[in-house]
């Protein structure tokens, strides 16, 4: 084994036409780790996650996976390479069924459904409710239950690297519960988890690590356990800038 | 029995028109690509497969085999090399781009063709007919209506059940999102493309047999595809087949009532679909 981190990004720089969001983020991922992202709105928390992904154009030693300059491919074939997101939002294909938004992601999957670690029948266990709901229109879901197929929609892609970006908004304290509780389960098969939060209690909670950002910079990062809740108020709303 | 005809002959006329409108319903009716060079680029295949059949040896209907490719490639770089580069959640810039293409596309033809009207030569299936009872069909009408519920019935099963059709789907739905799960929208655009001016160009020799094409036809066969796909309702493949023999009949009957009718019958169809039913006869509620 080396110690190549799956997912690092160095000195990311990016935002939308002429205007920037994000000054230098240097952050690196483990397979099998949790590393939470938490920062007020308008941080620069999901323009990151989208830099990563190929959804913003970003210069190609920025962003590296499996230790090979990946910056600025397009998403598909992050895709393809193995990084899938939960998107902000869900995202998920108006107009058609459950199944058919799942069998999107295991027809461009990295790897054939049954090769990869998940199958439709295991994430049907894990939530109960989308196997029985699977032939109805996505739009007839409740938001928990929507939430649900995005996260099967992001693991059917059979990724190395999973993206969350704020799968606890809007939802019920039981639904977010019941959605965290496969946390464990994914990053048992080695997947590494970047999670975006505004909950930073939750963050704290389901991560091994947490990067803190401000106004597009890492204001804190360490061990989450190790994290002091004053600490993360200060870099969170950006009181003194603390780099541990 | 006049009645009777004419929903015969309009249903038969529906049938050219569900060609037309099958390449609509795909662009527009699914990926909202607003392509007003439709009418041009089939006028253009019909055009090709006039001046092909004065110097290829083989019949009429054999000349489906060379334009229908040549109209897959025509559509593919259509979709690559324009539309891929316009599309996008406005509908406008896809509109102007078109819209240049079709002038463009007029007057190029006009210089290579003149305005004469041309129509392949006449053949035994052009001319053959056959009669039910008192009525008199077309063996050519009839061979146009079927290849339309075939491609119908092809075109909807490919959207809904083959991994392209999902693909597209999606796509359409929310091209961002696509990428996110794998699909390459600009590839999955141009094959849709292509495979709708493909049909166009099944579509484009048909109607150079049935009737005669001059280089500024196009904007009707747009008009005639457009109404089809509104008729039927945006994003349904069978919508558009139906809203095209609503078209064809509608044109039969009012040129029954009136030979000067016919046209105008299909357009007031089309406007009280779109009063009274805006979102097209066989749209999903939303
Ligand atoms: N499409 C866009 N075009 C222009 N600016 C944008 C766009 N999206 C976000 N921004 C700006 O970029 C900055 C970072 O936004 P971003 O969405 O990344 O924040 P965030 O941390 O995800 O916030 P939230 O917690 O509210 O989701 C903000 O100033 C925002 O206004
Ligand atoms: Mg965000």
């Not at chain 2, 040129?255 to 016919?262: A, E, V």
Request: glycine residues 12%.
């Amino acid at each position: 084994m080396s110690d190549t981190p799956i997912l690092s990004t160095h000195g990311l720089t990016g935002g939308y036409g002429d205007f920037q969001a994000l000054f230098g983020i240097d952050m690196h991922i483990d397979a099998g780790e949790v590393v939470a992202l938490i920062g007020a709105n308008g941080a620069g928390k999901s323009t990151f996650l989208k830099s990563i992904f190929g959804l913003l154009p970003v210069d190609r030693d920025m962003v590296k996976f499996e230790g090979n300059p990946v910056g600025g491919t397009p998403a598909h074939m992050m895709v393809r390479r193995g990084i899938a997101m939960v998107p902000e939002g869900r995202r998920l294909f108006v107009g058609m069924t459950v199944e058919e938004n799942l069998r999107i992601a295991i027809d461009n999957a990295r790897l054939p459904e049954g090769e990869g670690p998940w199958t439709r029948e295991h994430l049907f266990d894990l939530f109960p409710i989308l196997r029985e709901k699977r032939r109805q229109p996505i739009e007839d879901l409740s938001g928990g239950q929507q939430q649900m197929v995005a996260i099967s929609r992001a693991l059917l892609c059979q990724p190395k690297v999973l993206l969350c970006d704020e799968i606890s908004l809007g939802l019920a304290p039981k639904v977010i519960r019941e959605i965290y509780e496969i946390l464990p389960e994914i990053s048992a098969f080695g997947t590494a988890i970047v999670l975006v939060e505004q909950d930073v209690g939750l963050a704290r909670e389901a991560s091994n690590r947490l990067y803190c950002m401000l106004e597009g910079r890492i204001t804190l990062t360490g061990v989450s356990q190790d994290i002091s809740r004053d600490a993360i108020a200060a870099a969170y709303f950006g009181a003194s800038h603390a780099v541990a | 029995m006049q009645w009777l005809d004419a929903v015969i002959q309009g249903v038969l006329l529906g049938g050219m028109y569900a060609q037309y409108a099958l390449g609509m319903a795909l662009m527009f009716g699914v990926m909202r690509i607003v392509n007003i060079a439709h009418g041009d680029v089939m006028i253009l295949l019909s055009l090709i497969a006039v001046s092909l059949a004065g110097v290829l040896p083989f019949g009429n209907l054999g000349l489906i085999v060379v334009i229908v490719p040549i109209a897959v490639v025509i559509g593919w770089i259509l979709q690559k090399f324009i539309l891929n580069k316009v599309v996008g959640a406005d509908p406008l810039p896809s509109l102007i781009a078109t819209f240049g293409l079709s002038i463009a596309l007029q007057n190029f033809m006009l210089e290579l063709w003149s305005a004469d009207t041309r129509s392949l030569p006449n053949s035994d299936i052009a001319s053959a007919s056959f009669q039910i009872g008192s009525i008199y069909v077309g063996l050519l009408p009839v061979i146009v209506l079927i290849t339309a519920l075939v491609l119908t019935g092809g075109l909807d099963a490919v959207l809904r059940f083959s991994r392209f059709g999902r693909g597209l789907r999606a796509a359409a739905a929310d091209t961002e999102a696509a990428a996110m799960t794998g699909v390459d929208p600009k590839r999955i655009y141009a094959i849709a493309t292509a495979i709708a001016v493909g049909i166009l160009g099944l579509a484009a020799v048909f109607a150079a047999l049935r009737a005669t094409v001059s280089p500024s036809d196009g904007s009707a066969q747009l008009i005639y595809a457009f109404e089809a796909v509104i008729i039927g309702g945006m994003g349904s493949v069978w919508g558009a087949f139906l809203g095209a023999m609503v078209l064809g009949v509608a044109q039969a009957i009012g040129l029954r009532i009136d030979p000067g009718l016919g046209i105008l019958f299909g357009h007031l169809v089309f406007l009280a679909v779109l009063a009274t039913r805006p979102e097209g006869i066989m749209a999903r509620k939303k």
